[in-house]
């Protein structure tokens, strides 16, 4: 009886730890891979079928109809092969659990803060980015929340040991979120629930442009001390950092790329722009790239159409612009259908 003990107890710990293990990071490639007879979709647009892909030590080396197999053949046969998809501007490995507090590191207290990475504090063992690779989507830009300016970003892959094998890009962008034109009552003190215009706006962006100009000053000077939000601006300046900038509406659209284009702010993408389509010329003479999101989302607006919201980012397109979709007000564990939204659209 006490051997039988023993056993159940065994197996009931057994199957304990198997539900508490994570995915093993696959291993570095040893050997070169191909796949063959796949229709391949590349990002660009372009199919090819009867597709052979060569990859060695984790890198494409060749690719097309007339390609050699080599090394170890993959027959894919009637099958498709498409490019890992990246989820922008989300915090995934940031948090767990939403109702958690302990394991929410998305927002830091403060306004002005874009010297808040979220590379250091990405956890690589989240189960919720574990269970995006499996439908396709293999990076993502971990993105901080909240706050005026919220932080710093990265790219990371999503099979990896730690925040250092994870890294991808680091410190590609800063994010944020402009000053909206239009509030809506506060429901807790009684206020009317319509849009009402927002009397705080130019006092609102006034203090984004005054911080990024004072940023740029410091850069141009030699200050005394070191200031950690001014130092991490820098990167707007000379190009080697995106602004991702955060609004849906005409005029804080123009509003932010003006203003933005005067401070010495050349590389910037629009997120959102539910109303970018009413202003695509604007958009392209400025070159600004826009992240869509909400697609799957009922209209803002009494009057919009009822497919706005799916039917936006063609709309872009056919303005000539580049568009890639965020879908950024999804919960986190909604990213992983990030392939089937771009499928539709």
């Not at 092969?81 to 940031?94: Q, V």
């Not at 302990?102 to 927002?107: F, I």
Request: hydrophobic share 40%.
């Amino acid at each position: 009886m006490k051997k039988l003990v023993y056993i159940v107890i065994a197996l009931l710990t057994g199957i304990n730890q198997n539900g508490l293990a994570q995915q093993t990071p696959a291993p570095a490639q040893t050997q070169t891979i191909s796949i063959t007879g796949a229709t391949a979709h590349v990002g660009d647009g372009t199919i090819v079928e009867n597709c052979t892909l060569v990859f060695e030590e984790g890198k494409i080396t060749a690719m097309g109809a007339d390609v050699t197999p080599q090394g170890k053949v993959i027959n894919a046969s009637g099958k498709h092969l498409y490019p890992g998809f990246i989820a922008p501007g989300k915090s995934l490995g940031l948090i767990e659990v939403n109702a958690v507090r302990a394991s929410n590191d998305q927002d830091e207290i403060g306004s002005l803060i874009p010297h808040v990475r979220s590379l250091i504090a990405y956890n690589a063992e989240s189960k919720v980015v574990e269970s995006m690779r499996p439908n396709g989507v293999l990076l993502g830009q971990v993105t901080p929340q909240g706050g005026r300016i919220s932080g710093t970003s990265s790219i990371v892959q999503f099979d990896a040991w730690n925040w250092e094998d994870a890294a991808v890009k680091v410190d590609d962008g800063i994010h944020l979120n402009w000053p909206s034109t239009f509030r809506r009552g506060r429901w807790w003190l009684r206020e009317p629930r319509g849009y009402q215009p927002n009397k705080d706006y130019k006092e609102q962006v006034d203090e984004v442009l005054s911080f990024l100009k004072n940023a740029r000053v410091y850069g141009d000077g030699k200050a005394q001390s070191v200031n950690p939000a001014f130092e991490a601006s820098q990167g707007l300046f000379d190009g080697s950092k995106t602004l991702y900038v955060y609004a849906q509406d005409e005029k804080q659209i123009v509003d932010a790329i003006t203003a933005l284009k005067e401070a010495d702010i050349n590389k910037i993408v629009l997120v959102g722009g539910y109303h970018a389509h009413r202003i695509t010329g604007f958009l392209k003479t400025n070159n600004i790239p826009v992240l869509v999101n909400f697609t799957h989302s009922l209209p803002e607006f009494d009057d919009d159409d009822y497919d706005m919201t799916y039917k936006l980012p063609k709309l872009l397109v056919d303005g000539g612009l580049l568009v890639g979709l965020q879908n950024a007000e999804a919960s986190n564990f909604q990213t992983r259908n990030l392939p089937f939204y771009a499928g539709q659209v």
